[in-house]
């Protein structure tokens, strides 16, 4: 399975962007999907997470209020809509497909890797 992340970029505190993701295969559609992020310097941290369904999400205390993950299963894809945007959200945007059904913030938890997108917030 390959994992195609873009909609990444260059936007001031404040701003907004809609980050996409789109898999290679349909049977991903059973696998819960999920969000990371890498600083630099940093290790790479959960972000936001969503089941099979789309029903359930959970979020980073960190972005909590700001973003939302959301998948449409038809076309393979998950989003990450990021809203009043933080220097602090600067890193490369990893997303990710589950090992099961339900969405999880640990990264353990996720079998297929995209190549990640660069989100850069400036003051």
């Known amino acids: 399975v390959q994992l195609q992340a873009s909609g990444g970029g260059l936007v001031q505190a404040g701003g907004s962007l809609k980050l996409s993701c789109v898999a290679s295969?349909?049977?991903?559609?059973?696998?819960?999907m999920g969000w990371f992020r890498q600083a630099p310097g940093k290790e790479r941290e959960f972000v936001a997470a969503?089941?099979?369904?789309?029903?359930?999400?959970i979020y980073a205390d960190a972005v909590k209020g700001r973003f939302t993950i959301s998948r449409d299963s038809a076309s393979r894809a998950v989003y990450l809509q990021m809203n009043s945007l933080k220097p602090e959200d600067t890193a490369l945007y990893y997303c990710?497909?589950?090992?099961?059904?339900?969405?999880?913030?640990?990264?353990?938890?996720?079998?297929?890797w995209g190549q990640g997108t660069q989100v850069t917030v400036s003051s």
């Open positions: 990710a497909v589950g090992l099961s059904a339900s969405g999880s913030s640990n990264r353990d938890r996720y079998r297929y």
């Open positions: 295969a349909r049977t991903i559609s059973n696998n819960g």
């Open positions: 969503v089941d099979w369904r789309g029903g359930n999400t």
